[in-house]
């Protein structure tokens, strides 16, 4: 008798390691494909994100040029000078 409940125990073991396996290995299949779909997506919004910012940089770079070309010609019409006078010059 004792060793029929070992042999019952060892079969119930080994059907569901059988079915477990399978169920284990679908499941972290599932769990990577959906990790790789948000590192995807996050790749994609940190890029989209980069176009954005130097969009706007080439904006505000594009402005402020113009801006310092505008005064720096002024300045030059206007007869004034971006130096300062120094101790020994009067």
Do not use: W
């Amino acid at each position: 008798m004792d060793s029929n409940i070992y042999e019952i125990i060892g079969l119930v073991r080994d059907i569901a390691f059988i079915i477990c396996l399978p169920l284990i290995c679908t499941f972290l299949f599932l769990t990577i494909k959906n990790i790789n779909r948000l590192l995807e997506s996050l790749t994609r919004n940190s890029q989209n994100v980069e176009n954005i910012t130097d969009t706007i940089t080439d904006k505000f770079l594009g402005n402020i040029g113009l801006f310092s070309g505008i005064i720096k010609l002024l300045s030059l019409a206007g007869g004034f000078s971006r130096k300062k006078h120094r101790k020994g010059d009067n």
